[in-house]
């Protein structure tokens, strides 16, 4: 290992820890690469980098923010072998499962090879206009479609593999990976999928019936989305990218063919959720 690329968020605190960092890890002979943005506003633009050069020189990309700093990092390795590890300063952090305060262990470790690495499920996403193909993406957590400009409830028609599913009466649609099932879909009252399970989940945000329930379906199977009637509603991946629909635009959604690596020295996920969600043990349950 020789270069590591820092991807800290641009909050005050991931910008002073990131110092911390770069100290450490460059009195230990590794070289630090950050994004050119990132490098001016830590004053350090000796370390400024393009992102072409973090794709291909970097052994390692962490991430030091919350799960939205992870999410642009994920973009930035997306298409690559770079395995992406995420350090938690921000207030919930699914993704970002290390907390700030054991930077030190945790750089230690990876140094010393003490980790595993994990592929997660990557979306692809198409808008088709006709014959044309106006918009492609991929998205960690989801690929969302809502109102946008538009007050008026939406009627998504929703067909799997070609096959007519039936149509989404409601404020727009979650279709998440397993990663994104602890993100907006969870709000949106979508089940908790682990990250090992390889699935595309479908839930509608405000159904105006209360028989639009969530739908678990194969990573195998592609989904197509139609709004017939309506323009200027918005697709929206992993929260950071966004698309304005004309009426009669199919978005295509469906497994990308790789994934991204994410480097895990805690792996316990349930461990993860209880936490995070703060589950409560019934009287009289064993301690963990």
């Known amino acids: 290992m020789e270069t590591i690329t820092l991807y800290p968020s641009r909050v005050k605190k991931a910008l002073e820890s990131s110092l911390e960092v770069i100290d450490w890890l460059t009195g230990k002979g590794i070289r630090v690469f950050l994004p050119e943005g990132a490098a001016l506003s830590t004053g350090r633009p000796d370390l400024a980098s393009t992102d072409e050069v973090i794709r291909k020189e970097s052994a390692f990309v962490v991430s030091m923010g919350g799960d939205g700093t992870l999410l642009r990092a994920a ?22 499962e290390l907390p700030v305060a054991s930077w030190q262990d945790a750089f230690s470790r990876l140094l010393q090879g003490e980790f595993a690495v994990v592929e997660r499920m990557v979306l692809h996403c198409e808008v088709r206009r006709g014959h044309e193909k106006v918009f492609s993406g991929n998205a960690l957590n989801d690929a969302v479609i809502h109102r946008g400009n538009v007050s008026r409830l939406l009627h998504l028609s929703i067909h799997i593999n070609g096959r007519f599913a039936g149509t989404y009466s409601a404020d ?86 790789q994934g991204i690596r994410f480097v895990h020295l805690e792996t316990d996920f349930y461990a993860i959720v209880r936490d995070k969600l703060k589950w409560v043990a019934p009287p009289g349950a064993p301690p963990s």
């Open 172 to 257: 727009g649609l979650v279709i998440a990976s397993p990663t994104g099932s602890t993100a907006y879909s969870l709000s949106a009252g979508g089940p908790i999928v682990s990250p090992e399970v390889q699935c595309l989940i479908l839930t509608a945000i405000c159904p105006h019936t209360l028989s639009a329930r969530p739908l678990v379906i194969s990573e195998k199977e592609k989904v197509s989305v139609k709004e017939s009637l309506l323009d200027g509603i918005s697709l929206s991946l992993d929260g950071h990218i966004n698309f304005v629909l004309a009426r009669d635009d199919e978005i295509l959604v469906e497994k990308a063919p």
């Open 75 to 96: 973009r930035l390795v997306g298409g690559t072998e770079i395995p992406l590890l995420g350090i938690n300063l921000g207030s919930l952090g699914f993704l970002t």
